[in-house]
């Protein structure tokens, strides 16, 4: 193989004009030019990167594969341009094929160098240059990959302080009412001893006894009432409970109504019980109806401790396959509980505009939801405190749309272009990393063969995240 051209031509091209002859020897002895006709593949994205291409005429143009359809990234006709297997220096990029695709446009010549054999001539020639390389790219990929893993652990450290804050409700209100709750049990069976000594004969007793379940029953299923109708049921109820001379009827009355009791309710407890026990018999219902009010609230609280774990569960796919076939949704509601006290704390309103019908989609879920989780913090500080946060679902052609909106102050035109790149932030120093959206878009685009734009305006801007339906091949 020989390019057959004379040191003359290959110094009028900008990478060779300083090296020696013996060197030029060597480029024209192993380098073949080669000719493409109009709208021919040169090469293809992922092939093995066996050639290093300068351009000696014509136009070429570059592109990347974006969810299964071609996406020019570039096109030139300047002579002497360099593509294909620019880093053949590092061994490991020969091994990974090329990073994108070339087509000619014009009928071109292309200088054709073997990568290996040029990999092993270049150290021989410039070690010092290489050296030099080797490390500003290793190190560039390994302070991406330090910041990247501190952009996932600040992402985590914001969920778990989230997720602390929301288990530690539940879990407060569930000890909170377990202390109430051995009160009132103490209470209630002093006053059952108190009725038990008195004179109830064995019918009222059995009366009461009747009114007790029935009431621990309709706890379950008291009505939520507002503020004002509350008040006027309490006052309705303090007011009978005087009337019958029943001590501290302030008290009592907001137990009742809290457990869906009426005058009515409390008439048949006076007709069931003396006179005499009207004011114990009273305060034992009370004490079975709040003792039922209070196993509901640990019911409810560690209900909720149990569908919080199972969303970080969801969250982070413990014990589940990397890649499988997933309901998106799942990924996003989980997401959205993890985020809820921030959401909460920035007073944001969220509306789901999901469409549940969507069939599952191949996907590794756990990156998916670093997606979200990085797009929605997104929104979220760019409200600023207020604003409502739009997560809509559906289908679109052949793909699966997730689209998060949020009514901030949009991005500008000139900064939209460059919100995927690895590094850019709009934040302070310290702020922020400007890695969360490129990874987004590396997931997305890269893992995924899918896409990710952006649409904004003053009060409306969407991420739109778009994922094949189907597994790519």
């Known amino acids: 193989m020989s390019a057959n051209l004379t040191k003359d031509q290959l110094r009028e091209l900008f990478l060779f004009t300083e090296l020696s002859d013996e ?3 060597w480029v024209n002895d ?5 000719e493409f006709a109009a709208d021919t593949e040169v090469f293809a994205e992922g092939e093995p990167a066996r050639c290093f291409w300068v351009l000696l005429s014509g136009t070429i143009a570059m592109s990347r594969m974006v969810g299964g359809d071609r996406v020019e990234t570039g096109r030139t006709d300047q002579v002497g341009v360099y593509l294909g297997a620019v880093t053949f220096y590092l061994e490991e990029s020969l091994e990974n094929g090329y990073a994108s695709g070339a087509r000619a446009i014009t009928d071109v010549r292309l200088l054709a160098l073997p990568s290996g054999k040029l990999a092993l001539a270049f150290r021989e020639w410039f070690p010092m ?8 790219v290793l190190g560039t990929r390994r302070g991406h990959a330090i910041l990247g893993q501190r952009e996932r652990l600040l992402a985590l450290g914001k969920l778990s ?3 602390t804050h929301e288990l530690n409700n539940p879990a407060a209100a569930a000890a909170r009412a377990t202390a109430t709750l051995r009160e009132r049990v103490a209470g209630m069976r002093h006053k059952l001893g108190m009725l038990a000594e008195g004179k109830l004969d064995k019918d009222a007793l ?3 006894t009747g009114l007790q379940e029935e009431f621990a029953d309709r706890v379950q299923e008291a009505p939520e009432l507002s503020g004002v109708a509350a008040t006027d049921m309490e006052d309705e109820l303090t007011d009978w409970l005087d009337d019958h001379e029943v001590a501290g009827g302030w008290d009592l009355a907001p137990v009742f109504v809290a457990g869906g009791l009426r005058v009515a309710d409390l008439e048949r407890v006076r007709t069931a019980a003396e006179e005499t026990s009207l004011d114990g018999a009273l305060r034992w219902l009370a004490y079975t109806v709040e003792t039922e009010s209070l196993l509901r609230e640990i019911t409810d609280s560690t209900s909720r401790i149990t569908a919080l774990v199972g969303a970080a569960k969801q969250y982070s796919q413990m014990d589940r396959a990397p890649y499988q076939m997933i309901d998106v949704h799942d990924g996003l509601k989980a997401t959205l509980v993890m985020l809820g006290a921030r959401l909460a704390k920035f007073g944001i309103k969220v509306v789901k505009d999901l469409d549940l019908s969507l069939p599952k989609i191949p996907a590794y879920p756990a990156e998916l939801n670093q997606v979200w989780t990085n797009v929605i913090d997104n929104a979220v500080q760019a409200m600023n405190g207020s604003g409502t946060l739009t997560v809509r679902t559906c289908q679109d052609d052949d793909w699966l749309l997730v689209e998060i909106g949020d009514t901030g102050p949009g991005i500008p035109a000139d900064i939209r272009r460059r919100v995927f790149e690895p590094f850019f932030t709009t934040k302070g120093v310290g702020e922020g990393t400007g890695l969360g959206l490129d990874v987004s878009w590396r997931v997305v685009v890269n893992r995924h063969h899918g896409d990710l734009t952006v649409e904004s305006e003053p009060g409306n801007t969407r991420f ?3 994922l094949p339906l189907t597994e790519h091949r």
């Open 30 to 34: 192993n380098g073949d030019v080669v």
């Open 23 to 25: 060197q030029l020897d």
């Open 129 to 136: 240059a290489v050296h030099l390389l080797q490390g500003m």
């Open 464 to 466: 739109q995240i778009r």
């Open 161 to 163: 302080a989230g997720l």
């Open 206 to 208: 059995l009366a009461l």
